[in-house]
Each structure stands twice: as structure tokens, then as C-alpha cells.
């Protein structure tokens, strides 16, 4: 018999996660952002049940899991109305890259405080010139040869969560590598949130969302030789081991936002009733809360597909089909959440019922962490080798 698309410890997994997630809710997400905090508890009780570092080593404090189980967590947290933005950054990304490239000094170091949540890492590749293309990031490391430290100069845009987080992971080039016009050959780099040199200055987001971003600059911030993770000659391999989970989770956050949206006008269209049935049974607002239902279930295929080849070692079958994920479950999650706030017609834009605020946060899974426009090129050029504009 074929493998089932979620074994029976994933559906345990999704439904305790769902149990957690309901005993915070909605309700506690839109308190905490509107007092400026940040979701501390739902973070500490989410990392004490094991749930935040579901997918990294157990030897090192975590689930001994993938990205599977790491996207049901984010999915599920998000379909309560509660997602915690900052699993797709310290966990999938950081906790990944370290996991699979660090030293075993930074093993240790990290992994155990970003699997029980008690340390947080950010992640930053994002230029103000070189947004969708990564291969302009000018972020320069040079060596200084008398120490063998490194000396990092750059910008970064729409940082997430470095207010709240003990480090950066900064994408950087090397020096010899910065002249030359070409192809990205990163490395990166832990920076710790109060090196000296390293500033950051937070971005009026027009998001309702309790993870801020941030601009950094970093004026020859010096750091230990050992702050490099993985070698600095690998090139883009450690990169997308980081950036792959990234788009997964970019998936799962969408995918929980379009269901927790969906739920809503569901339980809206039940009851609302304006002639003689519920407006649900009309099926101008029956069948796009179907459709969209069918399109977030579509999305979570292609990240469960994902996710298995990531966490089997396909890091070019991963890629290809994180990408796709990403897509998606970008796009379902916007139609979604656009439906929904239609479906409660003038009530869906009252702070009571909290959906409004979903049609710009549903925006970012289009944007970030790589564009609805960069993952059609991506599948033109790669997949179906049509020639490149630019
Ligand atoms: C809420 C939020 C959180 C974020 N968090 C992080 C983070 O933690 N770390 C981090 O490093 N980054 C983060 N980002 C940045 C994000 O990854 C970038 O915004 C994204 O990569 C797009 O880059 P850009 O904003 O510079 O857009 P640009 O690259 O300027 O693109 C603008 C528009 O032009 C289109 N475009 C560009 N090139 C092409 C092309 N060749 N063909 C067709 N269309 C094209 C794009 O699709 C897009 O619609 C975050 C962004 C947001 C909004």
C-alpha cells in the first residue's frame, strides 16, 4: 500500500496543535497587537510542548522531525486565528540551516534555545536594492587578516521579528566575490542583535500583525571567525537548504489564514439569514467558499509534496515544488480571505469580526518571501525551459 498522505502521528500532532491554538484564538492575537506585545505565551507554551522545534535534531533538544510536522504546526496555530510568524524565520530557516551546516559549537549554542523557543533567530537576505533579485545583495564580509574576524558592511529591508530575536542570520558575499557582477555566492553569518555597528530602525507597516520588520544597517560590524555558518566558498546549496523551508512555511501560513477566513464566513452563511434562508444557501456565496476550500486543500497537497521531498534530501525536487506551494497557497489564501470578508457583507469590515485586517496580511504570502511574479518566472525558466526577459 502507498504511504497515506499524513500518518496517524501527523493527525495527532494537527489535532494538538488545534487544541492549543483554540485556547488562544483570534481574540488573543488582536489583544497582544493592539497593547504592541508580543504573542510571549502562546510562544512559550508552543515551544515547552515541543511544537516549535518539532523539526530539528532530537540530540539537540528538538522533535527529531521535518518540515512536514513544522508546517502542521504553523497550518494548524494559523486556522485558530493565532499563527506565530516567526516559526517560517528561527526554526525553518535558521534552525534548519544551522542544523544541517553549523559547527557543533553552534549546535549547541542554538539549536536547544530555538527548539524550546527560549532563543529566537531572524533571518536577512533582503536588500533595498536587490529585492526579488538575490543575486545583487552587495552585504559585504571581508576578513581581517591580522584577527581572522569578519567585517560586515550592508543594508537590509523588511526584516522580521529582530526586536524579539538574540541574532541575524545576515546573507552576505564574500569580498572577492563582491566585485564581480555575477552570479550570488552567499555566506552567512550569526549576528548578534547588539553587536556593535549593527542598528535597526522599524518599518510603519500598514500590518496588523504582532512581528514588526525592520531596516538594519551594519557599519563594519566585526565578528568571530566562527559566526560564519557553513563554509563560505558552498554557494547558493546552504542557502536554499534555508530559503526552500522558508516557502513551505510561507505555504503553511497562508493556507491556516485562508482556513481560519473560510471558517468564518462558513459560520457566518449558516446563520445570517435575509429572506427566507441562510445567505449560505445561495450559491453565489455557497460556491466561491467552496471553490476556495478546494483551492486551500489543492495548496496543502503541493506543500505536504513539498515538505516530503525536502525532508527526504530532494533539494531540487523540494525547490521546484516549494515554489509552486508557495504560489499556491499565496493565491488561495488572498482569494479566501476575500471571499470571507465579502460573505459578511458590512460586517466584514468591523473590527468585531477581525477580517478585514486579513485582506493585507493575506497579501503577504503573494509577496514574500519570494513574489507571485518571481515563482511564475521560476516555473517558465526552470520547468518548462521558456526563455528568460531579464
Ligand atoms: C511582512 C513582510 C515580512 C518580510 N520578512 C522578511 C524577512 O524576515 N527577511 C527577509 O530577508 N525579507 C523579508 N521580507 C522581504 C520580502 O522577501 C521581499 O519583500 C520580497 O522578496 C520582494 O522584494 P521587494 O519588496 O524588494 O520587491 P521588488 O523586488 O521591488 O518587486 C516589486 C514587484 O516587481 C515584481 N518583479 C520584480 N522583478 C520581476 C521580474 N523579473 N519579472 C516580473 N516581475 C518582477 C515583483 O513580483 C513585485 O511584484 C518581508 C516582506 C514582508 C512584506
Redesign the pocket.
Known amino acids: 500500500m502507498s504511504a497515506p498522505v499524513e500518518t496517524e502521528e501527523h493527525k495527532a500532532l494537527r489535532a494538538a496543535v488545534a487544541a492549543l491554538g483554540t485556547r488562544y484564538g483570534r481574540g488573543y492575537l488582536t489583544r497582544t497587537v493592539a497593547e504592541g506585545r508580543h504573542p510571549t505565551e502562546l510562544w512559550s507554551d508552543a515551544g515547552r510542548l515541543g511544537y516549535l522545534g518539532v523539526n530539528l535534531p532530537q540530540e539537540y533538544g528538538g522533535g527529531g522531525g521535518g518540515i512536514t510536522e513544522l508546517s502542521i504546526v504553523l497550518e494548524e496555530l494559523g486556522a485558530a486565528g493565532c499563527p506565530l510568524?516567526m516559526l517560517?524565520?528561527s526554526p525553518a530557516i535558521c534552525g534548519t540551516v544551522i542544523a544541517r551546516f553549523g559547527t557543533e559549537e553552534q549546535k549547541r549554542a542554538w539549536l536547544p534555545g530555538i527548539a524550546d523557543g527560549t532563543r529566537t533567530m531572524?533571518?536577512?537576505?533582503?536588500?533595498?536594492d536587490?529585492?526579488?533579485?538575490?543575486h545583487r545583495v552587495t552585504t559585504t564580509a571581508r576578513r581581517d587578516p591580522d584577527s581572522g574576524d569578519w567585517l560586515l558592511t550592508g543594508r537590509?529591508?523588511?526584516?522580521?521579528?529582530v526586536d524579539i530575536a538574540d541574532a541575524v542570520l545576515i546573507?552576505a558575499r564574500t569580498e572577492d566575490t563582491s566585485q564581480t557582477s555575477g552570479r550570488l555566492k552567499p555566506c552567512l553569518f550569526i549576528v548578534p542583535r547588539d553587536a556593535e555597528g549593527f542598528a535597526r530602525r522599524p518599518i510603519d507597516?500598514e500590518?496588523s500583525?504582532a512581528?514588526k520588520?525592520f531596516e538594519l544597517t551594519l557599519d563594519d560590524v566585526r565578528l568571530p571567525a566562527d559566526a560564519l555558518v557553513g563554509d563560505a566558498d558552498a554557494g547558493l546549496l546552504q542557502l536554499f537548504a534555508g530559503l526552500n523551508p522558508e516557502r513551505i512555511m510561507t505555504a503553511a501560513f497562508a493556507i491556516g489564514m485562508g482556513r481560519h477566513a473560510l471558517s468564518k464566513a462558513v459560520e457566518y452563511a449558516r446563520d445570517r439569514t435575509v429572506w427566507k434562508t441562510p445567505i449560505g444557501a445561495h450559491q453565489a456565496i455557497a460556491h466561491p467558499l467552496a471553490q476556495a476550500h478546494i483551492d486551500l486543500e489543492l495548496a496543502r497537497l503541493m506543500m505536504q509534496k513539498a515538505a516530503r521531498l525536502y525532508d527526504a534530501g530532494d533539494d531540487i525536487g523540494a525547490g521546484e515544488a516549494a515554489n509552486m506551494a508557495k504560489y499556491a497557497a499565496g493565491e488561495a489564501c488572498v482569494k479566501a480571505v476575500d471571499q470571507a470578508v465579502h460573505t459578511l457583507g458590512g460586517n466584514g469590515l468591523t473590527r468585531e469580526f477581525g477580517l478585514a485586517s486579513l485582506i493585507t496580511a493575506a497579501?503577504?504570502a503573494r509577496?514574500?518571501?519570494?513574489?507571485?511574479?518571481?515563482i511564475?518566472?521560476y516555473v517558465s525558466h526552470q520547468t518548462l525551459g521558456l526563455p528568460k526577459?531579464?
Open positions: 510568524l517560517v524565520v531572524a533571518f536577512g537576505i533582503t536588500e533595498p536587490a529585492g526579488s533579485n538575490s537590509k529591508v523588511f526584516i522580521s521579528g546573507v507597516m500590518l500583525a512581528e520588520q497579501r503577504v509577496i514574500a518571501p519570494v513574489s507571485r511574479e518571481m511564475l518566472n526577459s531579464y
